[in-house]
């Protein structure tokens, strides 16, 4: 390893020694940026896609501060807090951090909802150097005064603009108001709204920028192409498309769990073997599906948004669309999963005759056409009444278009406001819940923050 790789960056030998032995050679744009900036010890605010080694931006210059200082741990103690917008991505993080640590006396471990705080309290009760957490299951231990954070030195956000989508921004500031005003913090996001611009000023001070964002929204290497199809003929054409065998490893989104849990069922009665995740199933449940899907044991995952960041699976060849997503931005996210680490993939989407606004949306922000599949014609869009735009969807038109009413647009219950206590985390369920619109026509479609 020369100085131009991560031995230039001053770091441990500790764990250029795990680096080398994991096979990471050669930074990436985003660690070329931050690493130096943050072993300086700056605040930082930067923007970079998932999947592009943010994990390891943030992670290795933290590890190499508390690696220089030994001491005795304190009970209920945490040295280095990471939060995570999902229970996948903190399991990712500290996947990644034990990689990291492995020539190290660093103690990490991570909590999420979804499974018993018993064995997590164990974990906490000696104190640990890194923790690892979604929001609000670490506000629940706060509460049971089984964590203490006033010994924090280090604090990153990782996929802020998820959290602030999934209404965890409340949560944020009360876990923010726990920790030492005295720290190294550090904002990771993947978009840049306004409102995480005024999180990065509320908790960071002077910090470095740094931004990543590529100048075209999706990869050059995913070809994309949409089917327009009625709503019902959605699974069938699914099936038929799965006859493919280079359709190897597929990831279907949807918008809500009901159908991502029909279409899995619909699958397995097809004999394609599937699995769904999403925010009602277990931890267990969710981690066995992910185990098997990366193992090759079912060829297709089926998930709502909660997969389109932070499952970092290889050799993803596939990505179906099953419902665009009425958020541009989400798009994006989602066909990401595949084409990873200079890989090639294939985007495919379904748009029936209610989706056609969200299609043009997605092809304004990414500014691409997608191919239309098999000479097909953009369907027109059934016609609504002279005032409908000042009307609410009827009950019909709601659960047809995006859920059940009162769910969001993964089919989770949507709060009162923004800001609104993520109820999934808070009791063992969601990995929070989003307050967005749901089921509404494209005309009636309002602006969120991305």
Known sequence: MTDTGFAGFGLPQMLLKALDEAG???????????????????????????????????????????????????????????????????????????????????????????????????ELAGGVDILVATPGRLLDHLNQRTVRLDTVSHLVLDEADRMLDMGFIKDIKKIIAALPTKRHSMLFSATMPGEIEELGRFILHQPARVDLSPPKRTAENIEQRVHFVAAAEKRPLLVNL????????????????????????????????????????????????????????????????????????????????????????????????????????????????TENEYLRDIERLTKQKLTVAGGEQLPSEPKAPRDYAQKRPFRGEQKRQGGKPGENKNGEHKHAHRGGKPQGEHHGGNAGKANHRNGRRPQQRTQTAH
């Open 24 to 122: 990471y050679q050669t930074p990436t744009p985003i660690q070329t940026a931050a690493i130096p900036e943050l072993m300086k010890g700056r605040d930082m605010l930067a923007l970079a896609q998932t999947g592009t080694g943010k994990t390891a931006a943030f992670a290795l210059p933290v590890m190499a501060v508390l690696s220089r200082a030994h001491g005795t741990r304190q009970p209920k103690s945490v040295r280095a807090l990471i939060l995570a917008p999902t229970r996948e991505l903190a399991i990712q993080i500290q996947d990644n951090i034990r990689v990291y640590s492995r020539h190290s006396h660093l103690r990490s471990t991570v909590i999420v909802g979804g499974v018993s705080m018993n064995n997590q309290v164990k």
């Open 242 to 353: 799965l006859k493919d065998a280079a359709m190897s490893r597929v990831i279907v989104f949807t918008r809500t769990k009901h159908v991502a849990n029909r279409i899995a069922e619909f699958l397995g009665k097809n004999r394609i073997e599937a699995d769904a995740i999403h925010g009602n199933k277990s931890q267990n449940a969710r981690q066995r599906a992910l185990t098997r899907f990366k193992s090759g044991d079912i060829r297709v995952l089926v998930a709502t948004d909660i997969a389109a960041r932070g499952i970092d699976v290889d050799e993803i060849s596939h990505v179906v669309n099953y419902d665009l997503p009425n958020e541009p931005e989400s798009y994006v996210h989602r066909i990401g999963r595949t084409a990873r680490a200079g890989s090639a993939g294939v985007a495919i989407s379904f748009c029936d005759a």
